[in-house]
């Protein structure tokens, strides 16, 4: 392959992932928003059935349903903007490493929640995934060790900075376990999805 070739599939392979990235988080939004349109309709009644209540072991299921509902238009517009900017810089790693981060983060953020929510407590919202994501980008550039992605993790924590005080309860009716679970999930996440640690680990050999 030539040298002005190689650039240029450089730049088409961005272009790809990025445009891959921007219609999936759009796809994202607009179901989140579908959902909430459908709840709407029924007088909020998803809320409850897909929502996770506190200390119900019937209920764990709703661990990865709860993250789809909102309790209100509002609550789900706050969430829109941040979970669009950090969703798009993660699936800009694939959608494999967005699943990953996004499902460890809502076991972790749904688990904290479930454990240490008041009982009768019924838990909605994407809250817990978006601060997995926030804390996955943060936390990511110690385990690879890519001066890029450490750059990158301290910007985010600049710009995003404000969120981090949502892990601790300053505001009633704000799920601060969820919200601790999830920043704790996408640390984990980080160290569990590094390419460094898979590396690490090297074949697996039976005994």
Same mark, same amino acid.
């Given at each position: 392959? @030539? ?39 029924? @007088? ?12 119900? $072991?019937?209920? /764990? ?12 238009? #509002? ?40 454990? $240490? ?7 909605? #919202?994407?809250? #817990?995934?978006? $601060?997995? /994501? ?28 404000? /969120?981090?005080?949502?892990? /601790?309860?300053? @505001? ?36």
């Amino acid at each position: 392959m @030539s040298t002005d070739q190689q650039p240029r599939t450089v730049r088409s392979e961005r272009f790809a992932s990025t445009r891959t990235a921007a219609v999936g988080i759009g796809g994202i939004t607009a179901g989140l928003y579908g959902v909430e349109l459908a709840d709407a309709g029924s @007088s909020h009644s998803l809320d409850g059935d897909l929502g996770l209540h506190a200390h119900q $072991f019937s209920d /764990l299921w709703a661990i990865f349903t709860s993250p789809l509902v909102h309790a209100s238009w #509002g609550h789900l517009i706050g969430n829109t903007v941040p979970l669009v900017l950090l969703g798009f810089i993660v699936l800009l790693e694939g959608w494999r490493r967005f699943l990953g981060v996004a499902a460890i983060g809502a076991v972790a953020a749904g688990l904290s929640a479930w454990l $240490f929510s008041p009982a009768h407590t019924v838990t909605v #919202g994407a809250s #817990g995934v978006i $601060f997995a /994501l926030l804390t996955y980008l943060i936390a990511r550039g110690i385990y690879t060790r890519r001066i890029g992605q450490i750059v990158g993790g301290v910007i985010i924590a600049i710009a995003f900075g404000s /969120l981090v005080w949502g892990v /601790l309860p300053t @505001s009633s009716g704000v799920s601060w376990q969820a919200h601790l679970g999830g920043a704790v999930g996408g640390v984990l996440a980080a160290w569990m999805l590094s390419e460094r640690r898979v590396r690490n680990q090297g074949p697996t050999s039976v005994h």
